[in-house]
C-alpha cells in the first residue's frame, strides 16, 4: 500500500552489529519496485540478503529510520575510512508503503550531518534516470548531477563540521536513546502492573 501517511516523526539513528536481523528484514521487504531502485536493477531474495548481512562494514556508516519500533528505511555511507576527506557513496532505501512520508528527507539530513562531522570532501548516489523521487530528494539537499546513460549520479561536496552538524548527529543519537529508554521502562511498568 504506497503512500500510507505517519504523523509520527521517525527515529534516526546509527545502526550496530545488534541490529543485523532487522536490516535483514527491511532489505527483504523491499518490494521489486523498491528493490530495481535501490540496486539499479532487478536482485533475488538470495541476493538481498547476502547484500544486507554485509552491510555493517568496516569502511560504513548505516543509518536507520525506526518508526513504532520496527526499522522502515536506511542510508548507507560507503567508503568513509578509506583515505582523509574521502570519497564515499550514499544509498537509501524505505520501504514502498513508508515512502513518501518524510523518512529518506530525515536519513539524508542524518548522512549528511555525519558525513559533514567526518570530514568527508564527496559523497556521491548512484540512481536510475527515472527515479525522480531519488533525484527531486539529492536535488533539494543542493546535489550536483552527472548523467550516464540510463545512471545518474548525484554528487555533493559536504564543508568542514559545523555546530550545527554536530548538533544534529548528537540530538539524533540522544533521542534514540531517550527512546529506547522510555520503550523499555513502559514495557517493563506495564509488565509489573500486570502480574
Ligand atoms: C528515494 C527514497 C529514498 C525517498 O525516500 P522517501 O522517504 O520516500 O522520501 P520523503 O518522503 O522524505 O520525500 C522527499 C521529498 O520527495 C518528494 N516526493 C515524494 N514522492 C515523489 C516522487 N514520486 N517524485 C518526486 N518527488 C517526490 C516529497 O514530497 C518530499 O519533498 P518535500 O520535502 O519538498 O515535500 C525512497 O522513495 C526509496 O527508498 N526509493 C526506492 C529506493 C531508491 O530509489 N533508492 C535510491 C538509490 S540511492
Given amino acids: 500500500m504506497r503512500g500510507r501517511r505517519t504523523s509520527r516523526d521517525p527515529i534516526v539513528r546509527r545502526l550496530r552489529f545488534g541490529d543485523q536481523d532487522s536490516i535483514c528484514d527491511h532489505f527483504l521487504r ?10 539499479c536493477g532487478t ?13 555493517l562494514r568496516y569502511d560504513s556508516i548505516v543509518c536507520g529510520a525506526f518508526i513504532s519500533g520496527q526499522l522502515r528505511g536506511l542510508v548507507e555511507l560507503r567508503g568513509i ?3 582523509w576527506r574521502s570519497k564515499t557513496e550514499a544509498a537509501f532505501s524505505v520501504e514502498a508503503e513508508w515512502q513518501g512520508v518524510g523518512i529518506g528527507d530525515a536519513l539524508f539530513q542524518q548522512m549528511f550531518a555525519m558525513a559533514q562531522n567526518r570530514c568527508v570532501r564527496t559523497i556521491q ?41 554536530i548538533a544534529i548527529e548528537i ?20 509488565r509489573i502492573t500486570a502480574v
Fill in 43 to 55: 536482485v533475488s531474495n538470495k541476493g538481498v540478503l547476502g547484500y544486507a548481512q554485509n552491510v
Fill in 81 to 83: 575510512f578509506q583515505s
Fill in 171 to 190: 540530538i539524533a543519537e540522544t533521542r534514540a536513546h531517550s527512546h529506547l529508554l522510555f520503550t523499555q521502562t513502559t514495557s517493563s511498568t506495564l
Fill in 125 to 165: 548516489m548512484m540512481c536510475l534516470q527515472e527515479n525522480h523521487h531519488m533525484r527531486y530528494l539529492a536535488a533539494k539537499h543542493n546535489a550536483r548531477f552527472v548523467a550516464d546513460a540510463d545512471i545518474v549520479e548525484a554528487i555533493l561536496h559536504p564543508n568542514w563540521p559545523t555546530p550545527t552538524s
Fill in 30 to 39: 523491499l518490494d521489486d519496485q523498491t528493490r530495481r531502485a535501490r540496486f
